[in-house]
């Protein structure tokens, strides 16, 4: 005997499960980077930095599609995340941005990757392997122009144009540096980078020149050089704090209510009893929590009760309580009751409750945001 199963309730198509939803809205991310592709022209390229997973949306499907989209030029951290991602990209340009790890040479070579050397002795190892296989091979050099944490100095700038023995065997095909304070235009350590990264430039006239992130983009044409090397913006973080953000939300979370229940006025609500109801509240529990990488200082308290908010039913509505491992409390007295039921949609991040706006709450910034996405999520992809 057969029988047909009972037909789902529309919501249900939101998700497979249990787990808040993580969707990738591919469309915006090919706007954003045809938005920034656009603004440095055609004499500069502009590349695409996926550290961290592509910042937690996802590494091969992101990849693949900013390289038909019209990307050739990406930057991981990591060896391990570059071997990834040329499975994936056969042709790309592949940097690995934290240098040449030591003793793994090989790894690079086997993997067609480019390592951004730091310092001299990366530079060295680099050359002895190359000049072991009798082969010029390809590398990056990264100079510290003020932010001191990796990259060489312009006094080793000097002595490795100066000492040919340095570079034999090593075709330098990008000269770049990292700007500290790009998010913050009126800061005068940028004028000074932006000088002293000119300076190193003289030297090396033949390699293609890179200075600027997401920020530094912004900064204007003087930023620009030869390549940019966007990351936040490409998912949609704002590259202009304090300014209309222009980049499309690429990462969008929802989850659903699993629990509505009515608090008198007077009692507390979640763990420490931090916060408690100033009137008679509906509150509706949501299966997402900091499990799901949502930070517990999005969460609220009466002491500080202006915690993050999310988005129902066309209204926003604030987090009320601490964040658990799995759950948050809503405070959704005024949100229209038709909106309300076990299931409903609720957005955490996306159009409305945007990663700047999240991340702020939670005192970080939306790289961090992003990169610590759960791995419980069901990820989707919109394409």
């Known amino acids: 005997m057969t029988h047909s199963a009972a037909p789902a309730p529309a919501r249900a198509a939101h998700y497979a499960g249990g787990a808040a939803k993580l969707t990738i809205d591919l469309t915006a ?63 790309a340009e592949i940097y ?17 990757l480019k ?25 990056a050099l990264h100079f510290d122009t003020g932010m001191h944490r990796l990259g060489m100095s312009v006094e080793d700038a000097l002595k490795t144009v100066g000492s040919p023995h340095f ?19 009126g800061h005068e350590l940028n004028i000074k980078q932006l000088d002293r990264f000119r300076r190193v430039c003289e030297l090396f006239p033949n390699a293609r020149k890179s200075l600027s992130n997401s920020a530094g983009m912004f900064l204007g044409a003087d930023y620009h050089f030869d390549m940019v090397r966007p990351g936040i913006a490409l998912y949609g973080g704002n590259p202009v704090p304090g300014g209309s953000n222009p980049m499309l939300p690429v990462a969008h979370i929802l989850a659903e209510i699993i629990s509505l229940r009515e608090v008198p006025q007077g009692d507390p609500v979640g763990y420490g009893a931090s916060r408690v109801a100033q009137r008679k509240s509906r509150i509706a529990t949501i299966s997402a929590g900091y499990a799901d990488g949502l930070h517990r200082l999005v969460g609220s308290s009466d002491d500080q009760p202006n915690g993050a908010r999310v988005y129902i039913g066309g209204r926003f509505a604030p987090i009320f309580g601490r964040v658990s491992m799995d759950m948050i409390a809503v405070d959704v007295t005024d949100i229209p009751q038709e909106h309300l039921s076990r299931g409903a949609p ?9 990663v700047d706006e999240l991340a702020n709450f939670a005192q970080t910034i939306p790289y961090e ?15």
Not at 346 to 354: D, R
Request: glycine share 8%; aromatic share 10%.
């Open 167 to 185: 570079l034999k065997g090593i075709a330098v095909d990008l000269v770049m540096s990292h700007l500290a304070c790009a998010d913050t235009p």
């Open 369 to 383: 945001l992003l990169c610590s996405l759960g791995a419980r999520y069901t990820r989707h992809y919109k394409r």
């Open 96 to 112: 690995i941005l934290n240098g040449l790890f030591r003793g793994r040479e090989k790894i690079y070579y086997d993997f067609n």
């Open 115 to 139: 390592p951004v050397l730091s310092s001299l002795e990366e530079i060295t190892e680099w050359s002895v392997f190359a000049q072991s296989l009798t082969e010029d091979l390809p590398a």
């Open 346 to 354: 609720v957005e955490i991040m996306g159009a409305h409750v945007n």
């Open 29 to 91: 991310l090919r706007s954003n980077w045809s938005y920034l592709n656009d603004k440095v022209g055609n004499s500069c390229t502009c590349a695409v930095v996926m550290k961290a997973n592509a910042y937690g949306t996802g590494a091969k499907v992101v990849g693949k599609t900013l390289y038909h989209t019209g990307a050739r030029v990406f930057f991981v951290a990591l060896p391990e995340e570059g071997i990834e991602l040329r499975k994936e990209l056969p042709h």
